[in-house]
């Protein structure tokens, strides 16, 4: 537990990738393994296509918008309560392309937390697309934020910096629907990726309460000095 402050929430944790914590990747930087072993998702690891490691706030993955990651588990796998949780550092300031934080690949249906075209709101698909899921501050400003989803009984929420900030009704991605990070592959010509860095990446399979994803805030804020 840090000096002072809160440790991130483990309960129900079933897939963990923290750039500052060289158990969850090698030095190699080339696979990102799954550090929480005999999960659901089993001992399948994140395969990282060519984000670079840097060494800054104790290590972050820096993505270009060519890059991606396949976390190697499906939408299925993350069940009927889950919640995803990154840490992210938008590079592309003023860009007005789609940018996918956490996306899909291949079938299924579309599940992706994403920066939509021409707008700095945070969309959500999880079968359901809502373009402005989350449109109370610009979260794409260059500075470090905490974006959290989660979903349990038909309805998915966002959270911003620990805070609520939406909550609409989805029916959940197909469970064949694979799951990546930094990036959308749905065709060979209709891909799309996003630019800058990311640092912790927990899913659970719960839905995690308000204060929960508080915790985790404020568990991790000071690295990125927020």
Known sequence: MPIGGPSIVTSNLKFYIDPANPRTWDGANVTIFNLVRGSTFGNANVTISSPTLL????????????????????????GSNCTVSIWFKYSNVGATS????IGFQGGGTDFEITKPNG??????????YISSMFITQNVYDGNWHQITYGFGTGK???????????????????????????????????????????????VYDKLLSNVEVAQNFHAIRGRYGV
Do not use: C
């Open 55 to 78: 060494s800054n706030n104790l290590g972050v993955f820096s993505f270009n918008p060519n890059n991606h990651a396949n976390t190697g588990f499906t939408r299925g796998m993350m």
């Open 156 to 202: 998915g929420t966002i959270w911003v910096d620990g805070l609520w900030g939406s909550t609409n009704t989805f029916t959940g991605a197909a469970s064949s629907t694979r799951v990546i990070i930094g990036g959308e592959l749905y065709a060979a010509s209709a891909s799309h990726f996003i630019g800058g860095q990311f640092g912790p990446i927990k």
């Open 119 to 128: 707008a700095n709101y945070i969309a959500v698909s999880d079968n359901q």
């Open 98 to 101: 789609i940018g996918p934080m």
